[in-house]
């Protein structure tokens, strides 16, 4: 692949997760959307596998997948939620259907109080409905950049550690 159908990709997945995805998962989750979780299903994709809170599962129906973001979206609503900011992200191209989104959600009160801070890896694929997370793999974090939350390991690093 050349380098402008990377950047193309890239801004392709940065548009349809940052513009489209986060504001609708954002207003359902803060109830200001008249929108029902089912739209999750424009973004995640079954079955998915999920990592995070020590645990490790697949969303295996739709049923569980709408039942993951409830998961997400109950302590949230329960503190006062109203948005999310997004101190670091990135997107990964690794070929013309396949690629991941890593980015850090500061979850927020309307008064900018944070509830919550997750560092998330999402590996996306495109079908012939769109791109769609078929993975999710989720760490709580203090940290404001993915650097930090995951610093890169080089081939030469990891040889010298023996």
């Not at 079954?46 to 409830?70: I, K, N, Y």
């Not at 979206?73 to 690794?94: K, M, Q």
């Amino acid at each position: 692949m050349s380098n402008d159908q990377i950047a193309a990709i890239q801004a392709e997945l940065t548009e349809w997760f940052f513009e489209d995805y986060l504001p609708r998962w954002v207003a359902v989750a803060a109830g200001t959307s008249d929108e029902g979780p089912e739209f999750i299903h424009d973004y995640w994709d079954t079955p998915m596998h999920v990592t995070g809170l020590d645990q490790s599962f697949w969303c295996l129906d739709d049923a569980s997948v709408r039942g993951f973001l409830e998961l997400n979206y109950a302590p949230l609503r329960e503190a006062g939620y109203s948005h999310t900011v997004v101190p670091d992200r990135r997107v990964i191209v690794y070929n013309s259907v396949g690629a991941a989104i890593e980015v850090i959600w500061s979850r927020r009160r309307a008064d900018e109080t944070e509830i919550q801070r997750w560092a998330t890896h999402f590996s996306v694929a495109k079908s012939d409905r769109g791109w769609r997370a078929i993975a999710v793999h989720a760490a709580a974090t203090d940290k404001n950049k993915l650097d930090d939350v995951w610093p890169a390991v080089s081939a030469r690093e990891e040889a010298s550690r023996g």
